[in-house]
């Protein structure tokens, strides 16, 4: 890694930080309303689903297909959450499960950063200065790399993460009446905060989600389910689930488990906007559970 990626990377991580104590400042002084926090809703719900449905499912799974604008649109959305551009997003999580949890995972807390809490901090946020973004586009994102408007996207994210904060800024300076402290406002809760929390929501799938939490299938990585990260993560948090049945479209595989992602998915194939999505039949559950777990299921 270059020293300026290592520097651009450390900024997406401080400056978002700064934008949560500015937040804190405005709380305490109740300059916030409703209308900053649809903006952060809207930005955050825009950015995350971009990352879970589009660079996720759909880009590096391939989960589901759908229509060539729409592909496109999904790559623009995750790109605005400003986790990197989509070939080394892609190309970075198809590396990691080809060597989930061993030598070459770009961000297990279990290799590359030591033990114990050294180890979740790599996997949460140290990798983001060794390993973010060296995976090979074309051994592990050829498709995407192949495709001109792909890499057209891929080109452009310094301007996505600059949209991405000019956006919520707009929004603000004119649904708050064309002042500037709308502007302001703006940029903090649906910018700043809002990247903050979509980042560390996402990273904590890659620490919490290989550290803590609940298995049941048999799979020889260390993933975990967690129940409590569920709705911020939009699904991606029944990640035991992911690493059993990469493919699926449905990460919550249990009526209980709450995967806003698979929502949507569902109705866009039901607005005929997707199509052979990826689900996987009770009876492959059955027949990767572990024992115990499946004795249980028996009874």
């Keep these: 890694m270059s020293r300026a990626e290592r520097y651009a990377n450390l900024a997406g991580v401080i400056v978002p930080f700064i934008g949560v104590l500015l937040a804190v400042v405005l709380l305490w002084n109740s300059w916030v309303d409703g209308i900053d926090l649809a903006i952060f809703a809207l930005m955050y719900l825009v950015t ?37 551009s989509v070939l080394d997003w892609v190309a970075d999580h198809r590396k990691h499960h ?15 950063g030591g033990e114990g809490l ?16 060296q995976a090979d586009w074309k051994r592990y994102a050829k498709d995407l790399y192949e495709d001109p408007k792909m890499r057209w996207i891929g080109r452009r994210f ?19 009446g064309f002042t500037v402290e709308g502007a302001i406002r ?6 700043l905060v809002r990247i903050f929390l979509v980042h560390h929501v996402t990273w904590s799938v890659n620490s919490i989600c290989h550290f803590f939490g609940s ?13 409590w990260l569920a709705l911020p993560s939009l699904g991606e948090s029944w990640h035991h689930n992911h690493h059993a049945f990469p493919r699926s ?15 949507f998915i ?13 689900r996987i039949a009770p009876e492959r559950q059955q027949a990767k559970l572990v024992g115990a777990e499946r004795e249980l299921t028996k009874v």
């Design 48 to 84: 995350a689903g971009g990352i879970t449905v589009g660079f996720h499912r759909m880009l590096t799974h391939k989960s589901f297909q759908t229509k060539g604008w729409l592909k496109y649109t999904f790559a623009v959305a995750g790109s605005l959450s400003v986790q990197g």
């Design 98 to 112: 080809a060597h989930t949890d061993q030598e070459g995972d770009p961000h297990s807390p279990h290799v590359g």
């Design 118 to 133: 050294r180890g979740l901090w790599h996997a949460h946020t140290g990798w983001l200065t060794k390993t973010q973004g």
């Design 158 to 176: 310094p301007l996505m993460v600059l949209a991405s904060l000019l956006i919520p800024t707009v929004l603000g300076y004119v649904l708050h």
């Design 186 to 191: 703006g940029y903090i809760w649906g910018g």
């Design 215 to 227: 298995r049941r299938f048999d799979v020889e990585d260390k993933s975990t389910n967690v129940a």
């Design 249 to 263: 479209a449905e990460h919550g595989l249990k009526w209980y488990e709450v995967d806003p992602s698979a929502a």
């Design 266 to 278: 569902r109705g866009l194939e039901k607005l005929g906007l997707a199509w052979d999505v990826v």
